[in-house]
């Protein structure tokens, strides 16, 4: 693995670019001399910041934090320069805020964002009620993401590596969209890319092939009460409800996600309410075995609302070893990139089995990768602020399951599932 910083000539060309364009806009309503002086002093400053980041950024280490501000900070300006146009500073600066706030994902980041932004803009205004939208912009990200470093001092996101082979990630699942729509039928292109047989709807079907590949320290596969191990065993005996529990809170974030995001990406669109989830659910688990041996080498789950077949997720299921415990990572297909959950089993008292990506072991987390498209080199990013516990168990002789999500400790989603078997295989 190395980080080759300092070698992207390409990326120094369009820090420039950002840095020049900022300058025009933040010197926009002065005379030519000055736009001319703005265009190649800003080029000039966030070249040279770029260049000292790169010498100095150690092999899988993201660039210096003060860069990473300098060029938000930077990127805001022409933002800026357009809102100025239609809004106020006060308008300026809480829309800045906000979107920085929401790109900060954290909820504490979210609430600050328009307030901090509306402050910054008030403040600006009252010096100079002619401010440009641009500085209030520009001034707004920078002194934001100043205050939210010094405020929340755990990162969101680490570098793992960068140009890292499949075999050095095992908890990382590399298998990406080769398109900018993932949807139900991703297994199949995938199918196309990988060589080896394709079965839709496989029959009997499970998301792992034997609990006795998690088998490890914290987890004995004999002791699970055994409609649990069929049911991830032979996943496509049995048809899903859900009951969607969603944290007021996160509500209106999500609502915007998903119609900017989860909808046009065919990825990750969970039901917002009971409403929703009465559509129902049609769950499928497609299968490609690629060496002829009659096993599934790849198994996709692919959950869809059942009145549009609208997909909920397109999930990759796999398994690995790692010092002699076994791990359950899925991959979340993205546009030439992939979002992985690498979860620990655990068995549970009462029989039932819980996959939990909290632990303080190196692998159970979270990981977004970008695949090269051609040498398939990965690279990866650890997601420490996410968390997820899925527990299936046996109540009253039916299967249940709630799948549990958190983001910095705070709990915003729980999805209840009620499991029945099908009528058909009994």
């Known amino acids: 693995m190395s980080a080759g ?6 990326g120094g060309a369009f820090v420039g670019a ?4 900022a300058g025009l806009s933040l010197t926009a309503a002065r005379g030519r001399r000055q736009r001319v002086l703005g265009i190649l002093g800003g080029a000039a400053l966030l070249s040279a910041s770029e260049a000292v980041a790169r010498s100095r950024q150690r092999p899988n280490e993201i660039p210096a934090l003060w860069h990473r501000i300098l060029t938000s900070g930077a990127m805001a300006a ?9 809004l106020g500073p006060l ?7 906000a979107l920085s706030g929401l790109l900060g994902f954290r909820p504490q980041k979210v609430a600050l964002g328009p307030v901090f932004g509306a402050a910054m803009g008030k403040l600006l205004a009252s010096m100079d009620p002619a401010v440009p939208g641009a500085v209030v912009a520009a001034a707004t990200v ?5 205050t939210s470093a010094a405020v929340f001092r755990d990162p969101q996101v680490s570098l793992l590596a960068e140009r890292a082979t499949a075999e050095d990630l095992p908890f990382i699942v590399p298998l990406e969209s080769r398109t900018r729509y993932v949807g139900i039928d991703y297994v199949r292109a995938l199918a196309a890319v990988l060589g080896g047989t394709y079965q839709r709807d496989a029959a009997d079907a499970g998301i792992v092939a034997s609990l006795d590949l998690l088998a490890g320290t914290d987890f004995d ?10 049911f991830y065993e032979h996943t496509t005996r049995f048809r899903l409800d859900i009951v969607p529990v969603w944290r007021q809170w996160v509500r209106p974030g999500y609502l915007l996600y998903r119609t900017v995001v989860a909808r046009p990406l065919g990825q990750a669109n969970v039901p917002m309410n009971q409403r929703e989830a009465l559509r129902g659910v049609h769950s499928r688990i497609d299968t490609i075995d690629r060496d002829g041996d009659g096993v599934a080498d790849v198994r996709g789950w692919i959950r869809s609302f059942a009145d549009t077949e609208a997909p909920i997720y397109v999930g990759i299921y796999t398994t690995y070893r790692h010092e002699d415990r076994g791990y359950v990572s899925v991959g979340f297909p993205l546009p030439q990139a992939t979002f992985t959950a690498t979860l620990l089993p655990v068995a549970r008292p009462d029989g039932g089995l819980t996959l939990t990506s909290k632990s303080d072991l190196p692998h159970p987390g979270h990981y977004m990768a970008y695949i090269d498209a051609e040498t398939r080199d990965l690279t990866a990013l650890a997601v420490p602020g996410f968390a997820e516990e899925l527990h299936v168990h046996v109540e009253r002789g039916e299967l249940r399951a709630e799948h549990a999500f958190w983001v910095f400790g705070l709990p915003f989603l729980v999805l209840h599932y009620r499991i029945h078997r099908k009528a058909d295989t009994r």
């Open 5 to 10: 910083a300092g070698r992207n000539p390409s």
């Open 18 to 21: 950002i840095g020049a364009l």
């Open 78 to 86: 022409p933002l800026g320069w357009v809102a100025g146009r239609f």
């Open 91 to 97: 308008g300026v600066g809480a829309g800045a805020g």
């Open 142 to 146: 920078t002194g934001y993401r100043i």
């Open 221 to 230: 596969p004999s002791a699970v009460d055994p409609l649990v191990r069929e």
